[in-house]
């Protein structure tokens, strides 16, 4: 089943599978939702966190629901959720709200900001190249910036980061220590294990915990400048 929306801004909360509320009435066994004109909203709502598979910033798939002209945009609610963002995701922000949530960007994706809440929140960026900058004047609140080309991930209040990526640079005034599986800094871990990583440093004081240069899989070059 469908449903149309009027003119006039609306709230759909997601509350379950193909299930949400809006404008005080109860829908269930929906398959999509077309907005329809009027600053409309997606919002998490159910009892457990959700999952938003973004392909715009007023366009995606929530809970098996797909939404469209959605102009208000996203949001995550009070549990933890995770958003996979299509490469065709542009020029928006993401505001996962409370809970442990889960952002799944693309490094070449432009102009997107992502905006982590007071819990753990993880981002994975998938790329070939990334460049790292982590914001030094907020530092404490998880900060910083990934790009790729002409592609720009804004992110704050994340505390792991995993990057899949071949090579990677990173640069933050911050002292880091490297171990066999991570990058951490004072309020970021980044997990490299995933792949063997090319990573190049451009920061404070390095310590080194556990970490081999012979190594058979994870890091396999480490640049520190």
Do not use: K
């Not at 004109?37 to 007023?58: H, I, K, M, P």
């Not at 933050?172 to 490297?178: C, G, N, S």
């Amino acid at each position: 089943d469908s449903v149309m929306g009027t003119a006039d801004a609306e709230a759909y909360l997601v509350t379950g599978d193909e299930a949400f509320t809006a404008q005080n009435m109860i829908f269930s066994d929906i398959e999509s939702v077309d907005g329809n004109g009027g600053n409309d909203s997606v919002t998490a709502g159910g009892a457990s966190g959700s999952t938003f598979e973004l392909e715009t910033v007023q366009q995606g798939t929530v809970d098996n629901i797909h939404f469209s002209n959605i102009l208000a945009g996203f949001a995550g609610g009070v549990h933890g959720d995770t958003f996979d963002l299509a490469s065709t995701f542009t020029n928006g922000t993401i505001n996962g709200g409370d809970g442990d949530d889960h952002f799944i960007v693309a490094s070449t994706n432009e102009g997107v900001t992502i905006l982590g809440g007071d819990d753990a929140d993880t981002l994975t960026v998938n790329g070939s190249a990334v460049t790292w900058v982590l914001d030094d004047s907020q530092f404490n609140a998880g900060n910083g910036t990934a790009s790729e080309g002409t592609g720009q991930i804004t992110f704050n209040s994340i505390a792991t980061i995993n990057n899949n990526s071949d090579a990677w640079d990173l640069s933050t005034v911050d002292d880091v220590t490297v171990t066999e599986t991570q990058i951490v800094t004072p309020s970021i871990a980044f997990n490299y294990s995933a792949n063997p990583l090319e990573v190049s440093l451009h920061t404070g004081n390095v310590q080194m915990d556990g970490f081999s240069a012979n190594r058979e899989d994870g890091l396999s070059q480490l640049q520190i400048t």
